[in-house]
């Protein structure tokens, strides 16, 4: 399973921005995709996680409401629609997946596959 996350970029304080990850090389019908982000000094944390077939989607408590994930089967592409951006969602954003749905989707360790990251820098 290979991962290509993008879309990253300069954005002002309550802006928006899109990021993609492009998957390929899985079948994905019962995969976990997922986003996490990385501060410079902080552990990674979960964003946001979806069931690649439908019907689980979760948010991490500081981007609820503002943020919303989404996929594309026919383009095997998953979405990060990033709203009301602030300072503090600074941060290098990484997709991964792992073959299954888990409660441990908040868990970084619980995914087996990631992709690069993509640099996201809000200004206040």
């Known amino acids: 399973v290979q991962l290509q996350a993008y879309g990253g970029g300069l954005v002002q304080a309550g802006g928006f921005l899109r990021l993609s990850c492009a998957a390929s090389g899985g079948t994905f019908s019962n995969y976990a995709l997922a986003w996490f982000r990385q501060a410079p000094g902080k552990e990674r944390e979960v964003v946001a996680a979806l069931r690649w077939n439908g019907g689980r989607y979760a948010y991490a408590d500081s981007v609820k409401g503002r943020f919303t994930i989404s996929r594309d089967s026919a383009k095997k592409t998953m979405y990060l629609q990033m709203n009301s951006l602030n300072p503090e969602d600074t941060s290098v954003y990484y997709c991964?997946?792992?073959?299954?749905?888990?409660?441990?989707?908040?868990?970084?360790?619980?995914?087996?596959?990631w992709g690069q990251g993509t640099l996201v820098t809000v200004s206040s």
């Open positions: 991964a997946a792992r073959i299954t749905w888990t409660t441990n989707w908040r868990t970084a360790s619980e995914y087996d596959y």
